[in-house]
């Protein structure tokens, strides 16, 4: 029988220290034990930055390869955003998913399934003339991996980072990089925000619907940083609901928060400014929740982005809480296998 666990964790800008923050050395003494912890077969990770090895070369995940060091995640099949523009990683929050299953196809996503929106600002730079309309292109990729998990189906695992309900530049808006010179700047910058993480959630749900259209029984989990909770529109676009589609032959269609099996006072992994959250998920298509047998949290030490960040300048900490699901392959017809009884039969 086949059994995994699939995690995700956004560890937030690990790579070079920063000039008022702790070192490497000192966050992996801090995200190590998490990761060990999690004891995942699948592991997708968010904000994972590259480094260069020398002026001129391409960038490369050094800091990742330095916290998996001593770990089972070392030798795991890797796969991770690429540059469009260079062909190596990006130098800030890529994407990366880590793997014990061979990975049988891999790939990246960024405007392949829906362009970019033509979008015309309605706010012009002081003093300045109305801007051309521009595209909107999404801030990162999706990453998709088909997993030869030893079962008649691959496991599909998409990671997502989407981006957060910040409001996005806007020419001529702010007087610094912290302050706006107008509300109804900052309302369009909100607004252009939101639509790209929209369009990224319809991209994603888009790529959904193409795994189901080759196999209507797909093992598809989507995992990763969604910035939105379960009732918020990315979460809604990318699990699809019965009620909203009102047909009842798309229910097997729909992908499912494994995060609902926990109580509301356990289910958070992000706490702003006193606020808990649950951000980060692992949504299952119906095939793969007969499978889901557990899920877990790890948010005991999980510190206020807000709060803890200006009290603690630099902190090796993430604020965003691993989450791991664990799975394992139903037994086949004819009975149980954990070693209970046959049902009584009616």
Same mark, same amino acid.
């Given at each position: 029988?086949?059994?995994?666990?699939?995690?995700?964790?956004?560890?937030?800008?690990?790579?070079d220290s920063a000039p008022d923050g702790v070192g490497l050395e000192e966050r992996i003494r801090v995200l190590r034990p998490q990761l060990l912890r999690l004891r995942a077969d699948v592991l997708c990770l968010q904000e994972v930055d590259g480094q260069r090895p020398q002026q001129g070369a391409g960038r490369r995940l050094d800091a990742l390869d330095a916290l998996l060091d001593g770990t089972p995640y070392r030798d795991f099949s890797r796969f991770s955003?690429?540059?469009?523009?260079?062909?190596?990683?990006?130098?800030?929050? !890529?994407?990366? @998913?880590?793997?014990?299953?061979?990975?049988?196809?891999?790939?990246? $996503?960024?405007?392949?399934?829906?362009?970019?929106? *033509?979008?015309?600002?309605?706010?012009?730079? =002081? /003093?300045?003339? #109305? =801007?051309?309309?521009?595209?909107? +292109?999404?801030?990162?990729?999706?990453?998709?991996?088909?997993?030869? @998990?030893?079962?008649?189906?691959?496991?599909?695992?998409? &990671?997502?980072?989407?981006?957060?309900?910040?409001?996005? %530049?806007?020419?001529?808006?702010?007087?610094?990089?912290?302050?706006?010179?107008?509300?109804? /700047?900052?309302?369009?910058? %909100?607004?252009?925000?939101?639509?790209?993480?929209? &369009? =990224?959630?319809?991209?994603?749900?888009? $790529?959904?619907?193409?795994?189901?259209?080759?196999?209507?029984?797909?093992?598809?989990?989507?995992?990763?940083?969604? !910035?939105?909770?379960?009732?918020?529109?990315?979460? *809604?676009? @990318?699990?699809?609901?019965?009620?909203?589609? /009102?047909?009842? %032959?798309?229910?097997?269609?729909?992908?499912?928060?494994?995060?609902?099996?926990?109580?509301?006072? *356990?289910? %958070?992994?992000?706490?702003?400014?006193?606020?808990?959250?649950?951000?980060?998920? $692992?949504?299952?298509?119906?095939?793969?929740? &007969?499978?889901?047998?557990?899920? +877990?949290?790890? !948010?005991?030490?999980?510190?206020?982005?807000?709060?803890?960040?200006?009290?603690?300048?630099?902190? #090796?900490?993430?604020?965003?809480?691993?989450?791991?699901? &664990?799975?394992?392959?139903?037994?086949?017809? /004819?009975?149980?296998?954990?070693?209970?009884? +046959?049902?009584?039969?009616?």
């Amino acid at each position: 029988m086949t059994g995994f666990r699939i995690a995700t964790f956004n560890v937030e800008n690990l790579g070079d220290s920063a000039p008022d923050g702790v070192g490497l050395e000192e966050r992996i003494r801090v995200l190590r034990p998490q990761l060990l912890r999690l004891r995942a077969d699948v592991l997708c990770l968010q904000e994972v930055d590259g480094q260069r090895p020398q002026q001129g070369a391409g960038r490369r995940l050094d800091a990742l390869d330095a916290l998996l060091d001593g770990t089972p995640y070392r030798d795991f099949s890797r796969f991770s955003t690429v540059s469009r523009s260079r062909g190596d990683v990006r130098d800030k929050h !890529n994407l990366v @998913i880590l793997s014990r299953f061979a990975m049988s196809s891999r790939r990246q $996503l960024l405007h392949d399934l829906v362009a970019p929106p *033509r979008y015309r600002p309605v706010c012009p730079p =002081q /003093g300045g003339e #109305p =801007q051309d309309s521009r595209a909107l +292109e999404w801030d990162r990729p999706i990453l998709h991996v088909a997993l030869d @998990i030893g079962a008649a189906r691959p496991l599909h695992v998409v &990671g997502v980072h989407l981006r957060a309900p910040r409001a996005a %530049f806007v020419a001529g808006a702010k007087a610094d990089s912290h302050t706006w010179r107008s509300m109804a /700047g900052w309302a369009e910058g %909100f607004f252009i925000a939101a639509v790209k993480r929209a &369009g =990224q959630a319809l991209e994603t749900r888009l $790529l959904v619907d193409s795994l189901f259209d080759a196999d209507p029984d797909a093992l598809v989990c989507v995992c990763g940083d969604f !910035n939105a909770d379960l009732h918020e529109t990315p979460l *809604r676009t @990318i699990c699809g609901d019965g009620e909203d589609a /009102g047909n009842p %032959f798309l229910a097997a269609r729909t992908l499912v928060p494994v995060a609902r099996s926990l109580a509301d006072s *356990r289910r %958070f992994s992000v706490v702003h400014h006193g606020r808990p959250q649950m951000l980060d998920h $692992l949504l299952v298509s119906r095939p793969l929740l &007969g499978w889901y047998r557990s899920v +877990e949290i790890h !948010n005991e030490a999980l510190g206020d982005e807000l709060v803890t960040a200006h009290a603690v300048r630099g902190s #090796p900490e993430s604020f965003h809480a691993p989450v791991v699901a &664990g799975f394992e392959e139903p037994a086949a017809a /004819g009975g149980w296998d954990d070693g209970r009884d +046959e049902p009584a039969r009616r």
